[in-house]
């Protein structure tokens, strides 16, 4: 059984910071390329960040580009995004995703709601 948590969610300020975590359990966290996705009401769900198993490679979509890092800690299974600069339009749920590299299965925690206020 693999659970992802997500915490580190909440409301902030237009231009501030958040950090989110997402922890995993089972025994995938090691071969599994992770990553945040978010989805605002009415719209699809996108690519915030994604960071192969090994962290070596980071991807991010183009509007956070700049402003959000995604990393890795093998050690303690868990992916962060360190979000700065927020603005009003990175309101949105927070998802993290694993994606196992041998597989391609994904598994998806609950979300965080992230909420930028102007």
């Known amino acids: 059984q693999v659970q992802l948590v997500e915490s580190g969610g909440g409301l902030v300020q237009a231009g501030g910071s958040l950090r989110l975590s997402c922890g995993a359990s089972?025994?995938?966290?090691?071969?599994?390329?992770m990553g945040w996705y978010r989805q605002a009401p009415g719209k699809q769900r996108e690519l915030v960040a994604v960071?192969?198993?090994?962290?070596?490679?980071?991807n991010y979509g183009d509007s956070v580009k700049g402003r959000f890092t995604i990393s890795r800690d093998n050690a303690k299974n868990t992916v962060y995004l360190q979000m700065n600069s927020l603005k009003p339009e990175d309101t949105s749920v927070y998802y993290c995703?694993?994606?196992?590299?041998?597989?391609?299965?994904?598994?998806w925690g609950q979300g965080t709601q992230v909420t930028v206020s102007s």
């Open positions: 995703n694993a994606r196992v590299v041998f597989t391609r299965r994904d598994y």
């Open positions: 089972g025994s995938i966290f090691r071969i599994a390329d």
């Open positions: 960071i192969t198993n090994g962290g070596s490679t980071t």
